[in-house]
């Protein structure tokens, strides 16, 4: 017992060395942060008029289209950002600097893990900034259920960042594999999530592979949240699906990196 603690604390020390490692590269370079919500904002300038304007009494989407459509940005913002993490990786593997990392005492599953936790830091501040910027334009923002959507945006996003990182070690003597199978895979887990348009008026088999896309269900959550309810069991499912996530992208992911031999 005794043996054990000092072990567990090494590795939360390894994890936290990690993590502050990584984030040291979102303070030297904030440009990259910044011009990472361009996309976002343009999407918020040019759906926001046009949804408004299919909204008509406010039944296509339930309420404000702002109100509807903003969470859905905010998630779009975390799948961008976390699912080309790896690429990042893949710089490392073919500078070296990767391999150094391999050599060191750190265990691999906290390179894996502190890697991965990095990914909250940039996505809360960019989910927090465009909710802010939203909210002159008529945005109703409630404190407490964007902060728990805030939480449920991180756990996913490390699940996601996670399975990048995997996918980045998986292609390592290949790069464009990497962005091969991540845009394939980016854009129909976007679209059959409903985060940009309503899936109630596409066709049935769009709205059954919905039941199977776990972003469906993070998407619906966070629309919940931003509207101001947690009684609503779609928050529950949406915590479900990012536990999983997170929990299958982290064990793929130190497995990935347990097997590396670069």
Known sequence: MT??????AGVLADVG???????LTIVRDPFSLIFSLVQPLVFLGLFGPLLAGLAGDGSLFGGSS??????????MITMFGTSMTGSN??????TGAFERMLATPLSRSSLMIGRALKELTPLVAQAALVALIAVPFGFVLYPLHALVGLVLLGVFGVGIGALSYALAIAARNTEWIFWAVQQSLLFPLL????MMLPLETGPEWMRIASLINPLTYVVDAERALFAGTFADPV????F????VTAAV?????VRSIRGATI
Request: no cysteine; hydrophobic share 65%; aromatic share 16%.
């Open 66 to 75: 702002l109100q509807w459509f903003l969470p859905g940005v905010i998630v």
């Open 89 to 94: 990786l893949q710089f490392e593997i073919m």
């Open 249 to 253: 992208g982290l064990w793929v992911g």
């Open 191 to 194: 679209i059959l999530s409903g």
């Open 235 to 238: 928050v529950l499912w949406g």
């Open 240 to 243: 479900v699906a990012a536990l």
């Open 17 to 23: 060395n990690v993590w502050w490692r990584e984030t």
């Open 3 to 8: 043996m054990a603690l000092p072990a567990r």
